[in-house]
């Protein structure tokens, strides 16, 4: 909805910064006045880096994180991984906070979402098929499910356990000292190391 007290250009610049999630109208306007009090030169450099991250980062063909070029990310191409085990994650930030714990060595595999029949979220919007394909290759030993301890996150962790078993994979579950209802990006590294020292089998 326009607003009369602004310029079309202002009015336009607010409407896509209250597009992002979990910004509001009053906070698209400040951040909408925020660029305006910028220099030319930070303006164009904040536009400029938005231009490259479009069109330079893409998802690794491994693990479906992000990722520059058309290769595989640093931590699918690194020897030091151990590539047998891999852990589902909704998110590509929740790869950064696993990372943080630094006790973690083996690989990822990000869903890009759950599955959430109210936002009409399937399976084929996720990247469910590449994860069955990684597996199928038959050098995954142990997947790890780590999505969020929510609704959502449980019920997916459950359908990619059931898919999963017949390829003879060990499937096991974060034991999440994580409160229910909470998200990985907000742990701290200590929880995360607990909850990977603990998973169990699903």
């Given at each position: 909805?326009?607003?009369?007290?602004?310029?079309?250009?202002?009015?336009?610049?607010?409407?896509?910064?209250?597009?992002?999630?979990?910004?509001?109208?009053?906070?698209?306007?400040?951040?909408?006045?925020?660029?305006?009090?910028?220099?030319?030169?930070?303006?164009?450099?904040?536009?400029?880096?938005?231009?490259?991250?479009?069109?330079?980062?893409?998802?690794?063909?491994?693990?479906?994180?992000?990722?520059?070029?058309?290769?595989?990310?640093?931590?699918?191409?690194?020897?030091?991984?151990d590539g047998s085990t891999v852990c589902v994650v909704a998110e590509a930030r929740d790869v950064a906070a696993l990372e943080r714990g630094q006790e973690y060595h083996g690989l990822y595999h990000v869903l890009h979402g759950v599955i959430s029949p109210m936002n009409h979220i399937g399976p084929d919007d996720l990247t469910v098929k590449e994860?069955?394909?990684?597996?199928?290759?038959?050098?995954?030993?142990?997947?790890?499910?780590?999505?969020?301890?929510?609704?959502?996150?449980?019920?997916?962790?459950?359908?990619?356990?059931?898919?999963?078993?017949?390829?003879?994979?060990?499937?096991?579950?974060?034991?999440?000292?994580?409160?229910?209802?909470?998200?990985?990006?907000?742990?701290?590294?200590?929880?995360?190391?607990?909850?990977?020292?603990?998973?169990?089998?699903?």
């Amino acid at each position: 909805m326009s607003n009369q007290a602004f310029p079309p250009a202002l009015d336009a610049l607010v409407e896509q910064f209250a597009r992002l999630p979990g910004v509001g109208r009053k906070s698209a306007q400040r951040l909408a006045f925020f660029v305006l009090g910028q220099s030319e030169e930070q303006v164009n450099a904040f536009a400029q880096a938005l231009l490259t991250a479009k069109g330079e980062i893409h998802r690794c063909p491994v693990c479906q994180n992000f990722s520059e070029g058309d290769g595989p990310c640093a931590l699918c191409a690194s020897s030091r991984r151990d590539g047998s085990t891999v852990c589902v994650v909704a998110e590509a930030r929740d790869v950064a906070a696993l990372e943080r714990g630094q006790e973690y060595h083996g690989l990822y595999h990000v869903l890009h979402g759950v599955i959430s029949p109210m936002n009409h979220i399937g399976p084929d919007d996720l990247t469910v098929k590449e994860l069955l394909e990684r597996v199928g290759q038959g050098t995954v030993r142990e997947v790890i499910m780590a999505t969020n301890p929510d609704t959502e996150g449980e019920a997916t962790a459950m359908y990619l356990s059931r898919l999963l078993k017949p390829f003879g994979v060990t499937v096991t579950r974060l034991a999440y000292g994580v409160p229910v209802g909470g998200h990985l990006e907000f742990a701290d590294d200590a929880t995360l190391m607990r909850a990977l020292e603990g998973r169990r089998e699903m």
